[in-house]
């Protein structure tokens, strides 16, 4: 009967000890795929779209057409690049908006993460940083 209960108890400790390594395992993943950066670059063009999305709560998108060439008749091809913007960044957002009225080209700097959280944005890209590119867009006239 002894012997039953004290294997009981122990039985009891590894469920628990093996309950809260889980337990910080779980944490500590969560953790790294929120913080830890996949990659960091950055992209050149012109931000074509800024735009506000959710019911219950709001993400920041955006896309920014590279440019690009097509092979065959030389013609210019869009590449649109999909973006996201934390909420906690209103100077960069603001940039943004500015580019997309000027229609400047600009660089953007993001950080892409591991997941994407759909409470923070619609994809693993988000742009912390804006810096106004000296090139001019792409000119499409002859001269």
Known sequence: MFHAALKNIHMKKFLYGSVAVL???VAFILLFISY???SEGTRAGIVVKISKRGYLIKTIEGQLN???MAAK???VVPTIWN????RNKEEVLKQLEEAQL????VKLYYKEKYYRFPWIGDTKYY???VEKSNS???NLQNE
């Open 23 to 25: 337990i910080v395992l």
């Open 102 to 105: 000027t229609g400047e080209r």
């Open 83 to 86: 973006f996201s913007v934390k």
């Open 73 to 75: 008749d030389q013609s």
């Open 66 to 68: 590279e440019g690009g």
């Open 36 to 38: 830890a950066n996949y």
């Open 136 to 138: 001019q867009g792409l």
């Open 127 to 129: 742009v912390y940083k």
